[in-house]
């Protein structure tokens, strides 16, 4: 049963990225057209922004796993290490008290503020994430997303050309934090050692992106600090203002990011005196990439 008319609304939101989706309730169950128009101008706009969708958790999960199966979270301090299929981001504890800013949690997302693509520790980095705002402070906080779309075909070819091929370490801990961080297990740190292209190509599309952020730590075949200046100088160009969007959040807004090809950062806000809290939900991807030009199935909850 169709909750939506055909064609949605689609507005953009920024030059190069970003778009509006309105004319859909996604508390309802969706039809397949309506599915594959959000899919269409998903790998179009990289990144939707939805208003007004009153979700709790099971609808969220519902209209996620439209795309793919919900990743697991991975054991944290952010998620009391009982992780599941949804992620808190919050300042506050399970009854709502503002958490203090040592509070191992509150240290763990401290992490989301650097430039990243969420899972690309994983051997198959995430489709994409879904970010559910439930409380928001009246300043501050805004999710930042770059294109890493835009950035790449800002390149020349030649220097496109140079990066094709490359292939880049990523692992769970960022190169800031030393090797002897505790945040995540030795059994963690080894499983969650991953190697990706540095360039990628939307399937659907054909558009190529390089694939970045907090997570890239070393490029195979040079040494570790020409790696490391080469990804910097990468994850500095595709955070450019003109490739930047900032989201300001109102309550129930959704935004649904493509972690391969976009990066985000969380903001600051006053954690002592406003509350914020976001529940987000992630879609795994899927290899090889080539399966993922269609619109994947529908999974069961
Ligand atoms: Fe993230």
């Not at 391969?260 to 954690?271: G, P, S």
């Not at 991807?285 to 529908?298: H, Y």
Request: proline fraction near 6%.
């Amino acid at each position: 049963m169709s909750n939506a008319t055909l064609p949605l609304i689609i507005k953009s939101l920024h030059p190069v990225f970003v778009a509006e989706v309105t004319g859909v309730d996604l508390t309802r169950p969706l039809s397949s057209d309506v599915r594959q128009a959000i899919w269409d101008a998903f790998n179009e706009h990289q990144i939707l922004v939805f208003r007004d969708q009153a979700l709790d958790d099971e609808t969220q999960m519902r209209f996620s796993r439209s795309f793919g199966t919900l990743e697991r979270m991975e054991a944290h301090a952010a998620n009391d290490y009982r992780p599941g299929h949804i992620a808190v981001m919050t300042n506050l504890d399970a009854d709502g008290n503002r958490l203090p800013s040592d509070h191992p949690a509150m240290v763990h997302r401290e992490r989301n503020e650097m430039w990243h693509t969420d899972s690309s520790f994983k051997p198959i980095g995430a489709l994409t994430s879904l970010l559910h705002a439930r409380i928001v402070p009246p300043v501050g906080g805004n999710t930042d997303f770059a294109s890493a779309r835009a950035a790449y075909a800002s390149l020349p070819a030649a220097r496109q050309a140079a990066l094709e091929g490359l292939q880049v370490i990523h692992r769970v801990i960022a190169p800031n934090e030393g090797a002897d961080t505790k945040a995540y297990s030795e059994e963690q740190k080894k499983r969650l050692t991953v190697v990706h292209p540095l360039v990628r190509t939307n399937p659907a599309n054909g558009r190529k992106n390089l694939y970045v952020g907090s997570h890239a730590h070393e490029i195979i075949g040079m040494s570790l600090q020409e790696g490391r200046a080469l990804l910097d100088e990468l994850t500095a160009l595709c955070t450019q203002p003109q490739f930047v969007y900032s989201h300001v959040w109102r309550v129930h807004d959704l935004v649904m990011w493509d972690n391969r090809c976009t990066l985000h950062r969380a903001t600051i806000f006053d954690k002592v005196k406003y509350q914020r809290k976001m529940h987000r939900t992630t879609v795994a991807g899927t290899m090889p990439e080539s399966l993922l030009a269609r619109l994947p199935e529908p999974v069961a909850a």
